[in-house]
């Protein structure tokens, strides 16, 4: 998450997504944003309070190893998810 949302804003700035730069760099944008697209999925699925339960000692170790190594933070993933939105939108409205 800490590489991707600055590739994403980099890729964001007014002006960059023209359609020549679209074209020439396609595989690399689509690269981006599928990786996005899983950081966003992967970190929702598995710190989700509803996929674990409270009472089970292993799934809480793993779910607390999760938010450690991954430094989950809320508002980066939410940001990281408009971002991502924003980058899918300007890639389709660009032709």
Wanted: aromatic fraction near 8%; charge should be positive.
């Amino acid at each position: 998450m800490e590489s991707l949302r600055p590739q994403v804003q980099q890729l964001l700035k007014e002006g960059f997504l023209r359609e020549e730069i679209i074209l020439d760099n396609i595989p690399k944008l689509l690269n981006c944003l599928r990786d996005c697209n899983v950081a966003i999925r992967w970190l929702m699925l598995h710190t989700a309070e509803s996929a674990y339960d409270p009472n089970n000692k292993r799934l809480r170790q793993i779910k607390d190893q999760v938010l450690s190594d991954s430094k989950y933070n809320p508002r980066i993933l939410f940001q990281l998810l408009l971002d991502t939105a924003q980058f899918e939108f300007t890639l389709k409205e660009v032709r």
